[in-house]
């Protein structure tokens, strides 16, 4: 099993142009996330899906959208990249919203000039 | 609202013991988890507390007190590789079961 995949692994943008991080799981996990890491800073939830086919905003869902494609796959768009948006960018899963352990992706390094 | 508080750094020795606190403000939580991320790395699950007490998992362990709105992630025998950051986060009650972290202890063992 890979677990969580993410991609890319490293992304530089300029400001205003605009991109999706993908993500991937293969342990039949309902519930998947993305989060983003500051230096300094813990992780902060940005969206999430309890399930296929539903997605909520977590604490700093603006200048993002989510997709849930399937029940495998989460995706993350910047659709106007800002500099205040330069960060580490994890995906997780897990069982359910209810499971205290989730799964973290390898992250994606995005920087935005 | 939810606050987690942490050291932002402790150094301790190899083959030590080394206790990382995390204190909180939160109305109400679930339970308190604790998450290791090496540098450049993913952060990896340890641990989880719903009731107070210790809960042990071979050379770590973690604690809680709800009362003294209080955790700690207790580790043993401390080897190099345990160097890496360690995160407290709780799920809030009402929270929609979503993690809050905690800003993250910087370990680092010495030889």
């Known amino acids: 099993n890979a677990g969580v995949t993410q991609t890319p692994k490293f992304q530089v943008l300029k400001t205003g142009q605009s991109m999706t991080l993908q993500c991937a799981q293969d342990?039949?996990?309902?519930?998947m996330y993305w989060y983003r890491q500051d230096p300094g800073m813990g992780l902060r939830l940005i969206y999430y899906?309890?399930?296929?086919?539903?997605?909520d905003k977590g604490e700093v869902p603006n200048g993002y959208n989510v997709s849930r494609l399937n029940k495998r796959e989460f995706s993350l768009r910047l659709e106007s990249a800002a500099p205040s948006q330069t960060s580490v960018y994890f995906c997780?899963?897990?069982?359910?919203?209810?499971?205290?352990?989730?799964?973290f992706g390898p992250g994606t390094r995005l920087t935005v000039l | 609202g939810q606050s987690l508080e942490q050291p932002s750094e402790v150094t301790a020795v190899e083959g030590a013991i080394v206790q990382i606190n995390c204190t909180y403000q939160?109305?109400?939580?679930?339970?308190l988890s604790w998450y290791q991320q090496h540098d450049g790395g993913a952060p990896t699950f340890l641990s989880y507390n719903a009731l107070d007490g210790l809960e042990e998992t071979g050379r770590f362990s973690s604690f809680l007190s709800r009362s003294d709105s209080y955790g700690y992630l207790l580790l043993q025998e401390l080897q190099m590789k345990d160097s890496a950051s360690y995160f407290c986060?709780?799920?809030?009650?009402?929270?929609?079961?979503?993690?809050?972290f905690g800003t993250g202890t910087q370990l680092k063992v010495e030889l």
């Open positions: 939160t109305s109400g939580f679930y339970g």
């Open positions: 899906s309890a399930s296929e086919g539903t997605t």
């Open positions: 342990m039949n996990h309902n519930s």
């Open positions: 997780a899963s897990s069982a359910g919203l209810a499971d205290n352990e989730q799964f």
């Open positions: 986060a709780v799920k809030p009650t009402g929270g929609g079961n979503k993690l809050t």
